[in-house]
């Protein structure tokens, strides 16, 4: 028994949906166009993913004036969201303390990067009233 297709969009569905975030509603020869800049990749490829996006609920197909024009239908926020929480808990079991002890360790916070998380944390613990 086939398990069911997953929400989350895999690496080659977020590519598309990322031309499609910065796009909007576009053509299938400008997304195959858009993602061989990063990789070579057949326009069936392509066309195949977008029918599996369409049928996991990531994307629409609307008539345009000439063939299809494809949209997101799931926003660069709610995806990040819910990609980041999935990593916060399979990875570091649920502690975003744990991620970020990460980030820190592995050097991958520059200066600017440091300012801005505790500009974050003071704005929300204003917010909060704490």
Known sequence: MARPASQQPTDGELEILKV???S???KLGHICSAV???REVATTTVA?????MRQKGL????DGPRGYLWSARVSREATA???LRKLVDSVFDGSAQRLVSHLVADRRLNEEDRREIVRLLEADRTRRGS
């Open 36 to 38: 061989r800049r990063v």
């Open 24 to 26: 909007g509603p576009t």
């Open 59 to 62: 994307v629409k197909r609307t």
């Open 20 to 22: 499609l975030w910065d």
């Open 81 to 83: 969201k819910r990609a």
């Open 48 to 52: 195949s993913m977008l029918g599996i």
